[in-house]
């Protein structure tokens, strides 16, 4: 590494920066052991070079030019050398292997490497050569000494002083000036008149207030004190393409510049709902022929703010972006860090004014050393992020084509969401010109490529079941193959468990003799019956039996108030209702009283054509989930649905008559079908925990008792699991999915060290049957939130914008979920109405609206972004806080109700409300009639626990007893 080598006559002068400089300088200070402000590039001289020769060009060049003796120092300073040693190092490429590999090689450890201003200079030349023809000449400079323009007229002065030294000629006068003038004129203008009109300007371009920072969304953390990893994109454009754009822009009096910033700008609004966007536009800083041949550092960035509005026609939009571009050309020496000071950028939680930056290198590497041309030269880039995105034009002389590259944050766009996001936003630039009248939402978002691939690439792999049958069908298919495999297990409520089992016989034939009594009670196809049953073979029996019956089941929880059940009865219309003991709450209500544990027939009542009326078209189960309005909504769902998810599962997670399902799920929430049903269609098994909620060690105990093999859960459950692995460890456990509510990447990195079972993150509404997607966790980096997966068999998930037009890969929108395994409907038509909707995407099909928002990564992974209601998920159940503040209105003297879910410490999330009236009662009687469920409301006043809530909500009062 060379160091400064100060002449011994000449002594060194200390300057100041000058007002550019000062901003480069003020960026290092806020980011000092990063590399962003390094800039350069390399070019490929072909041909032999006389490296003597070019060391003395090398060195007549610094003597010449001050910038090249510049030693910018940390404290704000700078000293001018009177001599350096020019820093340039020669490296032989290796005679033998791939020249070209290790330039590469070389080029990535080489661009790590930092300048220590004060102690080195902070430029630093490298040749790689073979000795003969082949060569690369790589060119590093701190952004303190050295802007773009100025690193295009160092090759060509230094080409020129080469060329003649090596034919003898004499070295063409240098034209530049001295940069210590240069610096003196900057600081004489922050105290003219000049400076303050810019000043004007500025603060009537930005209001006082600053907008919100825009950028694609967060997908991560840089570490603390860094700026984040840059993604890298290029995509050249072909004379072809570029020409007719080109003229369309030029005949309204743009130029590409205003479409890049343009296009960016619509970007931002459509993905992420910009209305004002801050671009940075770098300017040359350089008047007159005399500094712009002069060496160093003159650049400035103006901060235009555009606002592309709802509304806006693209022509608005460009005009709009060419009159910010052109005034700030006219007012472009006044400082960023002035406009960034006077705004108070700190206090908004900004660490840059800017949103963006575009700029356009207009370059020409038309030059050669003697007889040897440079060849393939190109702009260097660094390897960390100053902005979320950077978008720079990219124009070297004659060049048949124009390159645009795109920088992106590690923490907003990975790799291939950053080359994307290229092709969008020439797409984009493209479009410009032929839709000036049109408004900004008509302008197609995506390639047709993208296009296509998020419509039907993502799900073109999918399986689809062509003949589904019913998970009767498939329970009665076991029962056939293996009639004494055991089917279910459960214990006694005792002390010392005792254990009890029925097989596949056993329980074909108990379902059969339940199915005809209910036939007899005068069921009919498609009727619902309701099951007001614990968890209990009972329960499974109700579920077998129902559906071979020809009707369809409505789970109702046990542990909900009497009129919150009648309200769901009546809702249903229920044709019957079985439950363990018949009581007040059932007198009226057609009935079957179904005793716990048989008597179970011993033999096979013979067989008879009714024996199975289920059918794949027709209605499955019923479930209420909570209502906005503060009415429950009945999600129907069908046969044909159920089994295609049950399909999947089977299929992906490989399961076999070997396995066992725990259910400990509270049978009313639809995960509980796991492990109920699941089992049954592939011959495997499952163990029934006793009714009630269970310890971790309990749970554990249990299913090493049983040897269970798989278990559905949520995230408070799964916690406790491995809270109760501790004790008892369960060999047996291969598999588990979780769902319900957001997983948190430690719990789930977790679950996977200890256990060495695999975990399956799932996502979807009741409305999606069970779930609608699923990711398989691997281990995963602790701030950023795990994906949610890709679409399951005979499922399509697509991301819409609020025209219901699809977004690209890694923008946030509206969830649709479509395909086979919908629900059918709600059970008020009204509700099913404003939910399900035409697929455009495939005519004659339906997608539903789930309220969720989300994004799809370029491998197709879903990831959840939270709703855009109100609506929530506690403990795995979904739960409308509209409804909440419904059942509380009910109370007596409430007028007013707030509900929010809230998290106090380190203990569960729960559900607080804040009740006001005119006539109120005592805090103490209301919280009485909360928890009596007075006043009709149904509502629970207790913690929020798995299994409480279904179709119903509980509030819990704030500590001292307030409300």
Not at 19 to 39: A, Y
Not at 47 to 68: K, T
Not at 314 to 328: I, Y
Not at 410 to 426: M, N, P, S, Y
Request: overall charge neutral.
């Amino acid at each position: 590494m060379a160091a400064p080598d100060p002449g011994p006559d000449t002594p060194e002068l200390s300057l100041p920066l000058s007002l550019s400089q000062h901003e480069v300088w003020l960026d290092q200070r806020l980011w000092p052991d990063s590399g962003h402000l390094h800039i350069g590039g390399c070019c490929h001289p072909e041909g032999p070079l006389d490296l003597d020769c070019l060391q003395r060009a090398l060195e007549l060049m610094v003597a010449e030019s001050e910038a090249l003796r510049l030693l910018p120092e940390r404290g704000g300073r700078q000293r001018l050398l009177p001599r350096v040693r020019p820093p340039l190092q020669h490296i032989a490429l290796p005679a033998q292997g791939d020249a070209e590999a290790f330039i590469e090689r070389w080029w990535l450890e080489e661009r790590q490497q930092r300048f220590e201003l004060g102690r080195e200079l902070p430029w630093r030349l490298s040749l790689l050569s073979d000795g003969r023809q082949r060569h690369a000449l790589y060119l590093r400079f701190h952004h303190l000494v050295m802007d773009g323009w100025g690193t295009q007229r160092f090759l060509q002065r230094w080409t020129e002083i080469y060329s003649a030294l090596l034919v003898g000629r004499p070295v063409p006068a240098y034209e530049g000036g001295a940069y210590s003038e240069h610096v003196r004129e900057s600081l004489a203008y922050r105290d003219s008149p000049a400076f303050a009109r810019d000043a004007d300007y500025w603060a009537r371009q930005w209001p006082a207030l600053l907008p919100a920072a825009q950028a694609p969304r967060q997908r991560g953390t840089a570490a603390a004190g860094r700026l984040p990893a840059l993604h890298l994109a290029r995509l050249r454009i072909s004379r072809l393409e570029l020409d007719p754009v080109l003229q369309g822009l030029q005949a309204r009096g743009h130029s590409l510049f205003d479409a890049a910033v343009a296009a960016l700008c619509l970007y931002l609004h459509r993905g992420q709902g910009a209305d004002a966007v801050a671009v940075g536009m770098p300017s040359l800083g350089r008047s007159g022929a005399r500094w712009r041949a002069t060496l160093g550092m003159f650049a400035t960035v103006q901060p235009l703010l555009i606002r592309p509005r709802p509304g806006l026609s693209v022509g608005q939009l460009l005009g709009q972006v060419h009159q910010q571009v052109a005034g700030g050309l006219r007012h472009a020496r006044y400082p960023l860090s002035e406009t960034a000071h006077r705004l108070q950028l700190l206090r908004s939680g900004r660490d840059s004014l800017l949103d963006a930056m575009v700029s356009l290198e207009r370059q020409s590497y038309a030059l050669s050393f003697g007889d040897s041309p440079l060849t393939r030269a190109s702009q260097s880039f660094g390897t960390e992020a100053r902005y979320p995105l950077a978008l720079t034009l990219c124009e070297f002389g004659d060049s048949e084509a124009v390159e645009l590259v795109l920088e992106a944050a590690d923490k907003h766009c990975g790799a291939a969401e950053t080359a994307l996001l290229l092709r969008r936003l020439w797409h984009l630039m493209a479009q410009l010109p032929q839709n000036l009248e049109a408004p900004l939402e008509r302008l197609e978002l995506l390639p047709a490529a993208e296009r296509e691939a998020l419509i039907l690439g993502l799900h073109q792999d999918l399986a689809r079941l062509e003949r589904p049958q019913t998970f009767v069908q498939q329970f009665l298919r076991q029962a056939r193959l293996a009639p004494q495999a055991t089917a279910l297990v459960w214990e006694d409520e005792t002390t010392t468990p005792s254990s009890h089992s029925l097989s596949y016989a056993q329980l074909d034939a108990a379902s059969l003799h339940l199915a005809r009594q209910l036939r007899g009670r005068g069921l009919r196809s498609c009727d619902w019956v309701a099951l007001l049953l614990p968890r209990s073979p009972a329960l499974l029996l109700a579920l077998l039996a129902t559906a071979r019956a020809g009707g369809a089941f409505l789970i109702l929880d046990a542990d909900s108030p009497p009129e919150r059940l009648a309200e769901l009865l009546a809702l249903s219309g229920a044709r019957l209702l079985l439950c363990a003991e018949p009581g007040p709450l059932h007198q009226g209500l057609d009935r079957l009283g179904l005793p716990l544990w048989g008597p179970w027939p011993a033999e096979r009542a013979p067989a008879q054509a009714e024996d199975d009326l289920s059918a794949p078209e027709g209605p499955a189960y019923m479930l209420f989930t909570s209502g906005s309005t503060g009415r429950p909504k009945g999600v129907l769902m069908g046969h044909d649905a159920l089994q295609r998810r049950l399909a999947w599962m089977a299929r992906r997670w490989s399961l076999s008559p070997q396995d066992r399902a725990v259910q400990q799920v509270q049978p009313a929430f639809d995960p509980a079908l796991i492990e109920l049903l699941l089992p049954l269609t592939q011959g495997a098994s499952l163990a029934l925990m006793p009714p009630g909620r269970h310890s971790p060690q309990r749970l554990t105990a249990f299913m090493a008792r049983h040897q269970a093999s798989f278990c559905a859960l949520v995230p408070a459950t799964l916690q406790a699991l491995l809270e109760g692995l501790r004790e008892h460890p369960v060999p047996s456990l291969r598999l588990a999915c979780c769902g319900g509510e957001t997983l948190p990447p430690a719990l789930s990195n977790r679950f996977l060290a200890q256990t060495g079972a695999r975990l399956f993150n799932v996502y979807g509404p009741t409305e999606a049957c069970i779930f609608a997607s699923a990711w398989a966790c691997e281990p995963w980096p602790e701030d950023q939130a795990l994906p949610v997966g890709r679409a399951l068999d005979d499922t399509r998930i697509y991301v819409l914008d609020s025209e219901r037009q699809v977004l690209p890969f890694g923008v946030c929108g509206d969830i649709w979920l479509a395909g086979p395994t919908l629900a059918q409907g709600y059970l008020e038509a009204e509700d099913t109405a404003r939910a399900f909707r035409p697929d455009p995407f495939h005519p004659g099909q339906r997608m539903y609206l789930s309220g969720d928002r989300g994004w799809l990564d370029t491998d197709g992974q879903l990831h959840f972004a939270g709703r855009q209601d109100r609506q929530i998920k506690l403990r795995g159940h979904r739960i409308e806080l509209g409804e909440v503040e419904a059942a509380c209105l009910t109370l007596p003297g409430v007028r007013q109700a707030a509900v929010q879910c809230l998290q106090e410490g380190q203990g569960p999330a729960r559900l607080h409300a804040w009740l006001a009236g005119s006539a109120m009662r005592p805090a103490a009687e209301l919280l009485a009639a909360l928890r009596s469920g007075a006043g009709g409301a149904g509502l629970a006043c207790r913690s929020i626990v798995p299994g409480a809530l279904r179709g119903r909500s509980g509030i819990r009062r704030r500590p001292a007893g307030t409300i």
